[in-house]
Antibody, heavy 118, light 107 residues
Framework: QVQLVQSGAEVRKPGASVKVSCKAS????????IHWVRQAPGQGLQWMGW????????TYAERFEGRISMTRDTAINSVYMELTSLQSDDTAFYFC???????????WGQGTLVTVSS | SYELTQPPSVSVSPRQTAYITCFGE??????AAWYQQRPGQSPVLLIY???KRPSGIPGRFSGSISGDTATLTISETQALDEADYYC??????????FGGGTKLTVL
């Protein structure tokens, strides 16, 4: 079954970091970019960046530069998104999504809720 | 930075046609995609490359673009089409951009 399965909900205190995983199955992992998109409660979608599973190359949205890192492990078909220096406005659902400019985001993970609260 | 502008809300009667617009400077020179997101669910790709429909998406959903405006058309609207709809594009400076989203209400 073609799917992206994300890790479970996380709770962090302000200033802490969080690392969310996204495991791909049912397709060739290195053939598609993986993007990360977040959505604060009741808000719209916000793009965070992408990783190329084949090479590990990354591109991040400017607003997250310096506190975001995306990595991958090709042995287990997984990508990871780590966000540091968390603040309350980082509370959101974080989604991984497969795709790019030609095909759109045609496969999404189920989302991971990250709550930042003291 | 690049922006996409959508109306916050659109209302439509059942079985009528809904039009959701998305405005962006020179959007016609880029690829536009559309997503549907129901409450509590992940987004679903409806349209890519302006007007292409992935397999499994009903033919009631169609996309078009004219100048700076992309339009998602939903014909024969049903109650299950009530959702948030997002347009998206790729820009050389801002990279990936989403519109603010449109809440579709089927009255």
């Amino acid at each position: 079954q073609v799917q992206l399965v994300q890790s479970g909900a996380e709770v962090r205190k302000p200033g802490a970091s969080v690392k969310v995983s996204c495991k791909a199955s049912g397709y060739s992992f290195t053939d598609f970019f993986i993007h990360w998109v977040r959505q604060a409660p009741g808000q719209g979608l916000q793009w965070m960046g992408w990783i190329t599973p084949k090479s590990g190359g990354t591109t991040y949205a400017e607003r997250f530069e310096g506190r975001i890192s995306m990595t991958r492990d090709t042995a287990i078909n997984s990508v990871y998104m780590e966000l540091t220096s968390l603040q309350s406005d980082d509370t959101a659902f974080y989604f991984c999504a497969r795709g790019g400019s030609r095909e759109g985001y045609n496969l999404w993970g189920q989302g991971t809720l990250v709550t930042v609260s003291s | 930075s690049y922006e996409l502008t959508q109306p916050p809300s659109v209302s439509v009667s059942p079985r009528q046609t809904a039009y959701i617009t998305c405005f962006g400077e020179d959007l016609g020179d880029k690829y536009a995609a559309w997503y549907q997101q129901r409450p509590g669910q992940s987004p679903v790709l409806l349209i890519y490359q302006d007007s292409k429909r992935p397999s499994g998406i009903p033919g009631r959903f169609s996309g078009s673009i004219s100048g700076d405006t992309a339009t998602l058309t939903i014909s024969e609207t049903q109650a299950l089409d009530e959702a948030d709809y997002y347009c998206q594009t790729w820009d050389t400076s801002s990279l990936v951009v989403f519109g603010g989203g449109t809440k579709l209400t089927v009255l």
